[in-house]
């Protein structure tokens, strides 16, 4: 077992577990809760921090401030007080309260903003992260939603090392979008070792693209594309899947008590994706999916009971 000397040394590397979905195929499941900080967040919010502290932009004594659903609040928190930073995160009042806990339990604020349609809203918690940032003296916003280190940190771990676990046999990856970083970085890199790869987008039913500018309520955190951002890479996604609340959250207590497998509801919506999918799937194929968080931050909604 490797060993460090440094917590965020740790980030990365996380398993990847066959699951027994019914295919001629093989489907892999990437732990990606099994980071420090519980995601795979864990990654790009460190990855941003780095870029700010080379560039400059990030000093010693500084603050972090960005906007989060949950996990990118936790991953930063957690970065901060490893780090030395004060931290500062805004989050939407849809987040479960485990998050909300977490956040704090790492010894950052934590502003709670009203659910908004849309991210310009100046009520959101987007809005509300820009405008602390901004009245306050040498602070960082990572900005996960509109920054594209964000998509390179995928390219530059999470692809690499996907590829490398798999042998370079991957045929096809799946991966919840919101900001679009993960499924864009990483299928860029896999794209760019083999272009037949397909590459799934896993979106929400009722987002912003789905519904062309006309988003309607969701329950599932930390998946949906509402905005148009430069992280997202149209061109290496082979195909956008919109998955509902009722089938997103209907996969975790068949994951949990089928596989074995807790996982929050943005990975539920990327299993039913990727099971549906899988039965097309060519005996030599082999997918690989993001489960991007666990489900012990959201037991307290009570998604896991089948009764």
């Known amino acids: 077992m490797k060993k460090y000397d440094f917590l965020l040394d740790a980030i990365g590397n996380t398993p990847l577990v066959k699951v027994k979905f019914e295919t001629p195929g093989s489907v892999y499941a990437k732990l990606e809760y099994l980071n420090p900080g519980g995601s795979v ?3 790009s919010a460190l990855y941003m921090v780095q870029q700010a502290e080379k560039s400059g932009q990030l000093k010693p004594g500084g603050t972090l401030i960005d906007a989060s659903s949950g996990n990118q609040g936790i991953a930063t928190a957690m970065i901060g007080a490893a780090r030395g930073y004060k931290v500062i995160i805004t989050i939407s009042e849809k987040s479960s309260l485990e998050k909300v806990n977490t956040i704090k339990a790492y010894g950052a604020q934590v502003v709670v903003c009203p659910s ?6 100046p009520r959101s918690y987007h809005s509300q992260a820009v405008a602390i940032h901004k ?9 996960q939603y509109f920054n594209i280190e964000n998509r390179n940190a995928h390219y530059s771990l999470l692809g690499p090392e996907i590829w490398k676990q798999t042998e370079g046999k ?8 919101g900001t679009g970083g993960t499924v ?11 272009p037949n790869i397909k590459v799934f987008a896993v979106d929400s039913i009722n987002s912003f693209r789905t519904t062309k500018g006309h988003p309607k309520p969701y329950k599932v955190e930390g ?8 992280v997202l890479a149209n061109e290496v996604i082979s195909e956008f899947i919109p998955v509902s609340d009722e089938d997103a959250l209907g996969m975790l207590p068949v994951l949990a008590s089928q596989h074995g497998m807790l ?3 943005s990975s539920g919506a990327v299993a039913y994706a990727a099971k549906e999918y899988a039965k097309t799937l060519g005996k030599n194929d082999l997918a690989v999916m993001i489960f991007g968080d666990s489900g012990r931050a959201y037991l307290t909604k009570n998604f896991y009971n089948k009764n």
């Not at 908004?116 to 809203?121: A, L, S």
């Not at 998946?223 to 430069?230: A, Q, Y």
């Open 41 to 43: 967040k864990d990654r």
């Open 116 to 121: 908004t349609e849309f991210i310009e809203d």
């Open 135 to 143: 009245k306050t003296p040498n602070s960082f916003m990572p900005n």
């Open 170 to 177: 991957v045929t096809h990856f799946f991966a919840g979008a």
């Open 184 to 194: 864009s970085g990483v299928g860029k890199y896999l794209k760019e070792q083999n």
């Open 223 to 230: 998946m949906g594309i509402d905005f148009v951002s430069p």
């Open 263 to 265: 996982v929050g509801p």
